[in-house]
């Protein structure tokens, strides 16, 4: 067969696809794993897959990788030959350890060498693709030395993003052509200094204020000392958000950015930061996360979800607001549907916010990993806390974060000891401190460490405060009701909380815009507790309001070294004195954090794994870290008929072709993700209650839930159920 009938895709020629690939990045490794990554597709077999005329085809990436270090041998250096041919093996699959290539290339045994030399021998056999590809005679010898090379190689940080970054820019242009048979062009960044400086001035903020006067001291010292790497520490309520994407939007005027990167913690929260900065932007915000829905059409009409489904979850556009969960999947999963984002870093402006709540077992990796990916992607990364952990070391701090934090002085930290031994004891005694400040008329927020003792002491409080003034908010709760529930604890004109108590767990530490009088916290790591009381007088127009920290209700769930170095800092400190005010806060903080670093260790050995390029070793630490192989929990579907989807999709599958199916049925599962909580499997246990299961979406589901859910409260445990009054329903 001619090369020029060589097909890549259904009527499409394999060299317009590599060319358009090609043309994608100038880089000269990038070009050479472009031109070598589809080789293997000049073999019969695939050609008469692509053709219909089989059913299957055998795989082409192993031979493609084998050609390319044979016709590459002698002209490039083993860290070179190690990255493209690791790239190339795994485009379509994780990205391989260097000793699984070691191996690969060494062991010459098994059925897949036994493939890879017939296929290599068909396309010897083909003149024309033996001479547009170079390819040499088939070297045993040779590819057995380079294993025991590769397996000898010590790699560095920089290897490792210059690794995930050939790799994620093949598999992101080679997933675009494939779809839209063109080479992909960024679109421009259509948001400006002065888009935001008018939604200010419609907005009627004052030019004046502390908190404008706060963004344009950071905009001016990143002015004046234009780093890669900086950071913003500033208190709750200052302004932070605001004032982050000014300096963003000047720093992507200044070095010509093409892409804003906004990170945040949790999904819950995102919906909130999109509408605000889709207020500002005229060329839209896209929001990432794994809750989000596709548009069926794009903007001029077509049906078009591929490609849009595609730019969303490769952060193909300029400005994308996610989370810190997409985002280190991006930097150390070796997953290929994580990779295609790492090359969207490139030339941008990252922006985290809540810095804290970067999982501490990642501190001591990202204290060596940020210069050198702003270095090499040529990428701004701009960190933001009220509670910044040594994340980074010797980078500039852009706010004024000493007067910042002296100019405020909202709250006061104090000590109440709970007295009882027991557990049951310890929530009667605190539940009276909550009913005391209710009853004299202040809004009360109490936040303590886990669902059980949340709902056990929302339960306690019934009895003593009217049903319209008691709210909770917690991780059992469907999204629609957490909305709710924050929607009527404000008052209509502002995020002042009046009258009300809310009971809640940690997910209202960040990014809940809430103005309580009074606040209550479990003790937890000094960091959370920041967070906390950034609810309690946000505004500043109460004087100066108290958050009292009482000691633990029952088992510890956070770890050892995180609330060792917070009983040897605050604790010791409150116990000594009548109070800690916010503007001793900084201090108490930074000697926190700097305790804290001495003891924090690399627990999961990942920078190790780097030097091995050990990808899913790094990816499985990547998953413990972020508790996705959590055996404690199973996703529930609450509300939806999944065996009505089920019939559905066997109905699709008479009639649909297999992408269009693997479609279908991924806008089903979107259909109802709002609809899934994550619950403790003892809690399901103890419900009482058979859960169905899907074997096709792999979940357990109940259509009906009468008895187990309330509004107010959701998922009930066992301590809820059966008390009369308990169910609000759904």
């Not at 669902?451 to 059992?476: C, H, Q, V």
């Not at 900084?586 to 390029?613: G, M, P």
Request: aromatic fraction near 10%.
């Amino acid at each position: 067969m001619e090369l020029s009938e060589i097909l890549s895709h259904p009527g499409k020629r394999l060299i317009d696809h590599i060319g358009r690939i090609e043309a994608f990045d100038g880089d000269r490794l990038f070009i050479l794993a472009a031109k070598f990554h589809d080789l293997g597709k000049c073999t019969e077999s695939f050609q008469c897959y692509i053709r219909n005329k089989s059913d299957s085809a055998d795989p082409h990436a192993g031979v493609s990788a084998l050609a390319f270090l044979l016709a590459n041998a002698d002209r490039l250096s083993s860290k070179e030959l190690l990255m493209i041919s690791d790239a190339i093996f795994s485009h379509h699959t994780p990205l391989k350890s260097r000793k699984k290539l070691a191996e690969t290339l060494s062991v010459q045994m098994g059925w897949s060498w036994n493939l890879w030399q017939r296929q290599y021998a068909e396309l010897l056999a083909n003149e024309e693709v033996e001479r547009w590809w170079n390819l040499p005679r088939m070297n045993e010898e040779l590819l057995e030395d380079l294993g025991f090379d590769f397996n000898e190689l010590r790699m560095g940080l920089e290897d490792f993003i210059h690794q995930k970054l050939l790799y994620s820019k093949l598999i992101f242009a080679d997933k675009y052509e494939a779809i839209t048979s063109k080479t992909f062009h960024p679109p421009a960044l259509k948001c400006s200094v002065e888009d935001l400086e008018h939604y200010k001035k419609k907005k009627g903020f004052d030019t004046k204020s502390f908190r404008s006067k706060a963004a344009h001291h950071i905009v001016r010292h990143w002015k004046e000392d234009p780093q890669r790497v900086v950071t913003i520490t500033a208190p709750t309520g200052a302004g932070k958000t605001l004032a982050s994407l000014e300096l963003a939007l000047t720093i992507a005027k200044k070095e010509g950015k093409k892409r804003i990167i906004y990170a945040i913690p949790f999904t819950s929260i995102i919906d909130q930061t999109v509408a605000i900065f889709s207020e500002i932007s005229s060329g839209g915000v896209t929001a990432h996360h794994y809750r989000v829905a596709y548009p069926e059409m794009d903007e001029e009409g077509h049906n078009d979800y591929d490609r849009i489904k595609y730019l969303v979850e490769s952060w193909s556009h300029p400005f994308i607001v996610t989370t810190f969960y997409q985002l280190f999947f991006a930097l150390f999963s070796e997953h290929n549907s994580d990779n295609i984002k790492f090359q969207s870093l490139r030339n941008s402006v990252v922006v985290l916010d809540e810095v804290q709540a970067i999982p501490f077992e990642l501190w001591k990796v990202m204290q060596q990993l940020f210069e050198p990916l702003a270095k090499i992607l040529d990428t701004v990364f701009v960190l933001m806390s009220a509670t910044m952990p040594i994340v980074v070391r010797n980078v500039p701090e852009l706010a004024n974060k000493k007067m910042l934090f002296r100019s405020k002085n909202r709250y006061i930290l104090k000590w109440i000891d709970l007295k009882e031994s027991d557990e049951e004891r310890k929530l009667e005694e605190l539940a009276r401190e909550v009913i005391d400040a209710a009853d004299r008329g202040r809004s009360v927020l109490c936040v303590v460490n886990t669902i059980k003792n949340a709902k056990r002491l929302f339960g306690r409080l019934k009895e003593d405060i009217e049903e319209e003034r008691l709210y909770a908010l917690n991780s059992y709760m469907l999204p629609v009701d957490r909305e709710k529930t924050l929607s009527a604890l404000r008052t209509k004109t502002s995020n002042r909380v009046e009258e009300k108590v809310l009971i809640s767990t940690q997910v209202v530490e960040a990014g809940v815009d809430l103005d309580f009088d009074i606040g209550f916290r479990e003790l937890a790591p000094l960091s959370s507790i920041i967070q906390t009381a950034g609810r309690v007088n946000r505004e500043g127009m109460r004087g100066q309001a108290e958050v009292k920290i009482f000691n633990r209700l029952g088992y510890e769930i956070y770890d050892s070294s995180l609330m060792s170095a917070t009983r040897n800092h605050l604790l010791a400190a409150l116990r000594k004195c009548n109070g800690i005010e916010e503007q001793q806060i900084l201090k108490l903080v930074e000697s926190f954090f700097a305790t804290l670093d001495l003891t924090l260790s690399d627990r999961y050995e990942i920078l190790k794994a780097i030097e091995k390029f050990d990808f899913p070793k790094i990816g499985d630490a990547l998953r413990k870290i972020f508790r996705l192989e959590d055996d404690y929990t199973d996703s529930v579907v609450l509300g939806v008929d999944l065996r009505e989807m089920e019939r559905r999709y066997f109905e699709l599958e008479k009639e649909l072709g297999r992408w269009e199916l693997k479609h279908a049925k991924e806008k089903m599962f979107k259909s109802f993700l709002p609809h899934i909580l994550n619950i403790k499997k003892r809690d399901i246990a103890k419900s009482g209650v058979v859960f169905k299961k899907s074997n096709l979406f792999g979940l357990l589901y109940l259509e009906e839930y009468h008895g187990i859910y309330s509004e107010k409260t959701g998922f009930l445990i066992e301590e809820e159920q059966g008390i009369e009054g308990v169910f609000e329903l759904f």
